[in-house]
């Protein structure tokens, strides 16, 4: 085990859930978008694990640090309706991601289940005119920017 999977660990037992975020490298000409990802609240909370595209690591271990937050509290999520509560005056959606796509994103995740199913959404903000990536008129960078594992249909 190395100090990466140790901190997994520690991070888990001590707040029950670890947030993992990759980006880009400065000198990687790759035009991949930033994302965040939880560990540990499936097995802490019994609730799902989410990942977010395109946010800076903070403002997605924040947004995520919320999930948690309610999870610990004994609330849930309503995951088949737009959350206000995750960005000011935004609406955010939950997408369910399908298990095959985990292995393009959540390895730490993967790791820490090892053989265990879990399940897994990603979380959807709006860009600043209110559009969600799969709406018409938004734009191509954004919606390369925060690319959707799983094509929802806005309600």
């Known amino acids: ?3 990466y999977e140790r901190s997994v660990l520690r991070n888990v037992e001590e707040f029950g859930w670890h947030c993992t975020s990759v980006f880009e490298s400065e000198d990687n000409n790759n035009d991949e978008p930033p994302f965040s990802y939880s560990v540990g609240l ?7 694990e989410f990942i977010v595209f395109g946010l800076d690591p903070g403002v997605a271990h924040s947004i995520i640090s919320i999930c948690a937050n309610k999870f610990e509290a004994g609330e849930q999520l309503d995951l088949e309706q737009h959350s206000y509560d995750l960005i000011n005056n935004f609406p955010c959606v ?3 991601v399908p298990r095959d796509r985990y292995y ?5 995740a993967l790791w820490f289940y090892a053989e265990e199913d879990f399940p897994l959404y990603q979380i959807v903000w709006p860009n600043k005119d209110g559009l969600f990536p799969w709406h018409p008129g938004s734009p191509e960078s954004f919606r390369q920017w925060q690319p959707v594992l799983r094509q929802a249909c806005d309600t």
């Not at 499936?42 to 799902?48: A, D, E, L, R």
């Not at 393009?104 to 730490?108: A, F, I, L, P």
């Open 1 to 3: 085990m190395n100090d």
């Open 42 to 48: 499936y097995h802490s909370f019994q609730q799902p």
């Open 94 to 96: 939950f997408v369910r």
């Open 104 to 108: 393009d994103y959540v390895y730490s």
